[in-house]
């Protein structure tokens, strides 16, 4: 069955640099969720888009936006990086009109800022 | 405002013993509550959830969690340990009834599993 695709798995940015993750939803899914999970944390909720128009908001930081397209993929764009956006970035989809809050994530984008 | 807390970062046990983690959360209205399993480098598998259903959820790899709206709580328990079951886990809530679909992380519980 087709996952949740993310890309690139690994990112290596220096600081003050700008970069740029992508998700790819599960066929037929709706909403894309960000999640940020730093060293021995727990997955922080970010931001989420259903049908293209942002959803939902949780901490995401003002030098970070996010768009969902047409095809419903998503980008997370981070400016400025800071030595503190290290984390391991998630996204996850899920099929909002038929679902329960079931999400399914991704692998994973591991952001390193040096 | 939703949350869950999870009352142990660590549990160790024995390989064929049983595992208890255990999770308590707080919510508004009537929740959606999951168990997450995430092993080394690895991405966010979903063990189980309970929907309002059974309260007795059944999930993969022979977990299964009991919800107790009276205590509060959804701990995830198997009855035997196995070596590969050695991973984070977390307990995750979510409010259907507000909308609000993001989910909310417990801590984290660390399981190893000894040989």
């Known amino acids: 069955a087709a996952g949740v695709i993310q890309s690139p798995r690994h990112l290596i940015k220096e600081k003050r640099e700008t970069a740029t993750l992508k998700c790819y939803p599960i066929p037929r899914h709706d909403t894309v969720y960000w999640y940020q999970q730093g060293p021995g944390q727990d997955p922080q909720f970010l931001i989420s888009?259903?049908?293209?128009?942002?959803?939902d908001k949780g901490s995401i930081p003002d030098r970070f936006s996010a768009q969902q397209f047409s095809d419903y993929h998503s980008e997370l764009n981070m400016s400025s990086l800071e030595l503190g956006d290290s984390a391991l970035y998630f996204c996850?989809?899920?099929?909002?009109?038929?679902?329960?809050?079931?999400?399914?994530f991704g692998p994973g984008t591991r952001l390193t800022v040096l | 405002a939703q949350s869950v807390t999870q009352l142990d970062s660590h549990v160790s046990v024995s390989e064929g013993t049983p595992v208890l983690l255990r999770c308590n959360y707080s919510?508004?209205?009537?929740?959606?509550l999951f168990w997450y399993v995430q092993h080394p480098n690895k991405g966010l598998q979903l063990l189980l959830k309970y929907t309002s259903a059974a309260t007795l959820v059944k999930g993969i790899n022979g977990f299964e969690a009991e919800f107790k709206k009276s205590e509060t709580s959804f701990h995830l328990t198997k009855p035997s340990a196995h070596m590969s079951d050695a991973a984070e886990y977390f307990c995750?809530?979510?409010?259907?009834?507000?909308?609000?679909?993001?989910?909310?992380f417990g801590s984290g519980t660390r399981l190893q599993v000894q040989p």
């Open positions: 888009f259903y049908e293209k128009m942002q959803s």
């Open positions: 996850a989809s899920s099929q909002t009109r038929t679902s329960v809050d079931e999400q399914f």
């Open positions: 919510s508004s209205y009537s929740p959606s």
């Open positions: 995750v809530v979510s409010e259907m009834d507000t909308g609000r679909r993001a989910l909310t």
